[in-house]
Nanobody
Framework: QVQLVESGGGLVQPGGSLRLSCAAS????????MSWYRQAPGKERELVATITSARGRTNYADSVKGRFTISRDNAKNTVYLQMNSLKPEDTAVYYC?????????WGQGTQVTVSS
């Protein structure tokens, strides 16, 4: 049974930091590219960051470059998203995604709210 379980969301003040985690099970984690997406109220889901399976190459949305860092620990089957210098516009539900060719899995999401 495939599972992606996100954690680490919450309420944080502008300028603060959060670290999201996504624990994976039920598939060969190291073979999959892993991504974080987010969806704000009334907006479409957007790609935030991706890390490849083999070389761990990363790619970021322009809106988070220099503030967010995606990483993975294949020994722990976990992908992380370190979010620094958070802004109110970062408020959204953040989703973990695993992709390999035509296989794709999603987590249930974790809420991140940036507000004073």
């Amino acid at each position: 049974q495939v599972q992606l379980v996100e954690s680490g969301g919450g309420l944080v003040q502008p300028g603060g930091s959060l670290r999201l985690s996504c624990a994976a099970s039920g598939f060969t984690f190291s073979s999959y590219a892993m991504s974080w997406y987010r969806q704000a109220p009334g907006k479409e889901r957007e790609l935030v960051a991706t890390i490849t399976s083999a070389r761990g190459r990363t790619n970021y949305a322009d809106s988070v470059k220099g503030r967010f860092t995606i990483s993975r620990d294949n020994a722990k089957n976990t992908v992380y998203l370190q979010m620094n210098s958070l802004k109110p516009e970062d408020t959204a539900v953040y989703y973990c995604n695993a992709e390999l060719l035509f296989d794709e899995y999603w987590g249930q999401g974790t809420q991140v709210t940036v507000s004073s």
